[in-house]
Every structure is written in C-alpha cells, then in structure tokens.
C-alpha cells in the first residue's frame, strides 16, 4: 500500500531522513520509535507530502505521491493525520468539527454529514459530545474527537504524530484504547508513539529510527526482546 525507496530529506546542510526504504502492506500496523530529533515527524509528513522529499519516491496505492503530475490533493484526501496537539476548530462543535470537512470536500450534504459523526462519535464514546465546543472538553476527549474527525474522510491510512504525547496520564489508555481498536478494523497505520507497552502490543511491526536512518525494523516480540542494533538495545536500556 506504502511504497518508500530510498527516502532521504535535508534540512538545510542537515540531512534528517536518510535512504530509508520500505513497504507497507493493506491493514499494517507500524509503531515508529526512536529518540527525540530521530526523524520520526519527518517521516510520517513525507508520507503525505507535509514535507516534501529531497529525493527518493514515495507511492500510496500505486501513485507516485513524490511525481508533480499526482494530483496530492486526491492522495491526501485518504490519508488522516492526527497530532500531537488536536488541532480541533476552537469555534465550532463537536459535530460541526466532525461533520466540515466530508461537506465542504467530499460533497456530502450537512445532514449526512452530521449523521456520520455521530456514528463515529459513538465509535470513540463521545456519543454525548456532539454539541460542546472543544474548549469543554478534556485533553483525551479532545483528540478522540480528531480521531473521528479523520477517520470522517473515510482514509485508507492513518499516521499518528505522538497523539497521546500531551495528554495527562489518565487520559493516554483512553485514546490509546480507541487507536488499538482501529488497528483492529484493518486500518492501515503508522503511529510515532513513546507508549512502549502499546506498540508491543498493538504493532505488527516496529521501526526504529536513530539520526535519519531505518535503523530496525521487526516484530514487537522480537524488537523488544532481542534488537539486533546496538542503538537499539541502548534506546530500550533507557526507556524500558
Ligand atoms: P522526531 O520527530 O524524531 O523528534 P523530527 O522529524 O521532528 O524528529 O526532526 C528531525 C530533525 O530535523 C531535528 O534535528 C529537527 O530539528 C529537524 N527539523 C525538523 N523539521 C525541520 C524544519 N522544518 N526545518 C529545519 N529543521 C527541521
Ligand atoms: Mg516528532
């Protein structure tokens, strides 16, 4: 489904992404890890031209997203994004958040609109949230209401930036809860997560970057228990 050869990124003279290749199947669930300034956000944005590459090719479901003739308007529209931080629209609800962008771009009328986010906001247990506005709700609610508003889009793959990285700690099990069962649905996804136990238990595979480069990339059980890197087993050493 994802298709990366030999993805290398600069910034300036610095060089943050290099010659890293890979593919992702339909339904693949990567945990991407790694220390602080790896290249870990970097690569999730290339994967849907927030970042554009300096060279190598990326294709997403046979389109060369990294080819100036792929319409990546087209390409973006089946890929969800979620941050960090949520990103919601402060002056609208819950639902009206959920319900903006499948009107204004996929040209659903705002009824079915509405009547899909509720049923995605059923989905992440928000039922009941439809009319608040985002500043009434918690940091967990909060970013499972941008959950529902990507997944509102119908993506093909979804990429999740540190999305539990902001929340207080009684809140990650929440969004992580509801990103495990969306792996479980099939939904292809890489998700940059400093939840160990989670991309354990939730990956089919782990990626590990270290200064730009694809160091590891294996089993959960196998990365965690025996990393054939030495930066690897490092990086666990610290974290674990
Ligand atoms: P991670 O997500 O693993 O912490 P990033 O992908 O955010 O790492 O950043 C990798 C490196 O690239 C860092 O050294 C960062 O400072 C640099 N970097 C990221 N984005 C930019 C940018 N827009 N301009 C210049 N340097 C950047
Ligand atoms: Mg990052």
């Known amino acids: 489904m994802i298709n990366v050869e030999h993805l290398s990124k600069t910034f300036g003279k610095q060089e943050v992404l290099h010659d890293i290749s890979t593919t992702i199947e339909s339904g693949e669930v990567v945990a991407v890890i790694g220390p602080s300034g790896s290249g870990k956000s970097t690569f999730l944005r ?25 319409d990546i308007t087209k390409v973006r529209q ?4 979620v941050f960090q931080h949520f990103h919601l629209f ?9 319900a ?7 040209g659903l009328t705002a009824e079915e609109a509405r ?44 990429l999740f930036d540190e999305p539990t990285s902001a929340l207080d700690p009684e809140m990650v099990k929440e969004v ?11 939904m292809t996804m890489l998700i940059v997560t400093h939840e160990m136990n989670f991309a354990r238990e939730a ?11 694809l160091v590891e990339k294996a089993e959960p059980e196998r990365f965690f228990t025996r990393p054939q890197h ?8 610290k974290v674990l």
Not at 78 to 81: H, L, Q, T, W
Request: aromatic share 4%; charged share 25%.
């Open 100 to 106: 903006f962008a499948p009107v204004k771009v996929k």
């Open 46 to 70: 290339c994967l849907n031209l927030l970042e554009v590459p300096t060279s190598g090719r990326i294709t997403i479901n046979g389109a060369d997203i990294t080819d100036k003739k792929t």
């Open 176 to 186: 992580l809860a509801v990103i495990r069962d969306l792996a479980s649905t099939g």
């Open 90 to 98: 402060p002056h609208m609800t819950v639902i009206e958040n959920l």
């Open 230 to 237: 030495e930066r690897a087993a490092r990086f666990l050493e």
């Open 203 to 213: 990956a089919d595979t782990i990626y590990f970057l270290d200064g730009g480069r």
């Open 115 to 158: 009547s899909k986010g509720k049923v995605l906001l059923e989905r992440v247990g928000l039922r009941d949230k439809a009319d608040a506005y985002p500043s009434k709700l918690s940091g967990g609610q909060k970013q499972r209401v941008a959950i529902a508003r990507s997944l509102a889009m119908d993506p093909d793959i979804m």
């Open 78 to 81: 089946g890929i969800g994004m």
